[in-house]
């Protein structure tokens, strides 16, 4: 069960991100958006290179998903994203703050899934005794 509840984490994670970073470009290329994006999102980015950034880097880590490849990485570079995006909707936009929630608790129980594969970023010795 722990196995499927995983695969559906990371399913909806990957599909989440990269509907949301084309969803992005659209916005970016003064296109309409097929999802309307927060006002108060878009104010934080007055530079259009950090959106093009972060809308890259949802696109890949969308497709990651998607294709299970590289998933501890993708959980490493999405996580401060989704601080951010829960941060955003707690303290400015509330009208998404439920996915945001949902968002967070789908990539902590993947983080708890791969949590193996980080352990060795948290030991106290850099390199190993041999």
Do not use: W
Request: proline share 5%; net charge neutral.
């Amino acid at each position: 069960m722990g196995k499927i509840f995983a695969i559906v984490c990371r399913l909806f994670l990957g599909i989440v991100f990269l509907v949301a970073g084309i969803n992005g470009y659209l916005v970016i290329f003064n296109l309409e958006p097929f999802i309307q994006t927060s006002p108060e999102a878009m104010a934080l980015f007055e530079f259009k290179y950090l959106l093009i950034m972060e809308k890259t880097l949802e696109i890949l880590c969308g497709m990651f998903l998607i294709m299970n490849q590289f998933v501890p990485l993708v959980i490493s570079i999405l996580s401060p994203i989704v601080i951010n995006i829960l941060f955003l909707h707690i303290f400015l936009d509330h009208s998404l703050l439920p996915l945001a929630v949902i968002l967070l608790l789908a990539l902590v129980y993947l983080l708890f899934c791969y949590r193996k594969n980080f352990i060795g970023i948290i030991e106290r010795k850099p390199f190993p005794d041999k």
